[in-house]
């Protein structure tokens, strides 16, 4: 039947995700505006989530920009990123906690695969647990797949693995 597949999954690499970080604190600490802003970026591994705490508001903000220019250029989606709300943390300062989406749920492995089936391509879908199969038995049709996908504009980052 199928000769060709790819998986559709939404991944982001943690080491590249490490690194964006690092650079981000970097830059933070040599920009004049927010250099004495005592600015942190920790990242919860376990759970997940990076946590920014600054002195203010106005300097949270650009420290999350700065963050997600740097994860751009290390070929991570801002997607990726789910913004949760500005707390205000011990002594004026502000705190604020992003969730990093790993997997594609089952609403959105649905959504995928009705998109893949409303196209009309030669191609069958499986959903299997975080990640969508594509098979096809031309490549092009796989590409198409593909291109479709990206173009979609989806409300979460996708990445094509395996591809056979």
Known sequence: MADNSFDIVSEIDLQELDNAINQALKEISNRYDLKDSDTEIKFNEKELTLNF????????????????????????????FKDGTVEPASSGRAREELTIQQGISKENAKII????KDSKLKVNTQIQGEQVRVQG???DELQAVMQMLKEMNLEFPLNFVNYR
């Open 137 to 139: 038995k031309k490549l």
């Open 113 to 116: 695969t009705k998109a893949i």
């Open 53 to 80: 705490e600054s002195s203010d508001d106005y300097k949270l903000k650009a420290a999350k920009e700065i963050f997600i220019q740097k994860a751009i250029k290390r070929s991570i989606s801002p997607k990726a």
